[in-house]
């Protein structure tokens, strides 16, 4: 039994989901007080991210609360939010139709964006794991607490082989990026940036193989 948020056993899990995504505004288009919701589980197959696995049956949760509203799909494009009122025969459902985009892979941030468009607004929807979400957010909060201008090393946590680097020494980057894959027992890692900053040092190259607590990079 899994709890939810509030601890309680057999709470709506929510956000503790493994399928939960977190989707919020694209910074493009976001304003300051747009939220982000957990959803629970992915609804759209366009949005799932590979380790999702297939959605159940059934309405999604949003923020671990049961939702009484589902997606209708009209084709790739075309798509519709049908809110059901009271049980289904109290009342009309309230409708919002919706055109979607392809989806993007924002490769930087290891999100999804897609493109929807709501009575003619275009809005930019930001779509990953809930459970990166909340490690990302970990390293920013983990950032304050860094005294400014010292240096952080990544260290490998795992044996393997470096098989990409996503950055270069001078580079700029933000916490939660990725900077590095390794690939072990035949899966391949992300490593991320734990904190913004610009990248001072390289210590591997595409190719090496390392070992548990080798230097593989130094952000500064």
């Known amino acids: 039994m899994i709890a939810g948020p509030s601890g309680e056993a ?5 956000r503790d989901d493994p399928r939960a995504l977190r989707i919020g505004v ?12 957990s ?7 366009a949005t799932r991210l590979p380790q999702d696995g297939v959605a159940g ?5 949003v923020d671990g609360a049961p939702t009484n509203v589902r997606l209708e799909r009209f084709g790739e494009v075309r798509a519709r939010l049908v809110e059901i009122v009271g049980d289904g ?3 009309p459902a309230a409708r919002t139709d919706l055109l979607l985009g ?5 490769r930087a941030h290891g999100t999804r964006v897609r493109e929807v468009v709501v009575g003619g607004w275009r809005i930019e929807v930001e779509v990953e794991l809930e459970r990166r979400a909340v490690l990302r957010e ?7 607490a860094v005294v400014l201008g010292g240096p952080v090393e990544v260290r490998a946590i795992i044996p393997g082989r470096v098989v990409a680097i996503s950055v270069a020494a001078g580079d700029a980057v933000e916490a939660g990026q990725q900077i590095l894959v390794v690939e072990a027992m035949k899966m391949q890692n992300e490593l991320r940036a734990p904190r913004e900053g610009a990248v001072e ?3 591997v190259a595409v190719g090496d193989t390392i070992e548990v607590g080798d230097l593989l990079v130094v952000i500064h």
Do not use: K, N, Q, W
């Open 57 to 61: 049956p059934g309405l999604p949760l």
């Open 39 to 45: 959803l629970a589980p992915a609804p759209d197959p």
């Open 10 to 14: 057999g709470a709506p899990a929510g």
């Open 89 to 91: 025969s109290t009342g």
């Open 201 to 203: 040092r390289i210590g």
């Open 26 to 37: 694209a910074p493009v288009t976001r304003l300051d007080g747009d939220p982000s919701l």
């Open 138 to 144: 970990r390293a920013r909060r983990g950032a304050g």
């Open 102 to 106: 392809p989806v993007r892979i924002d």
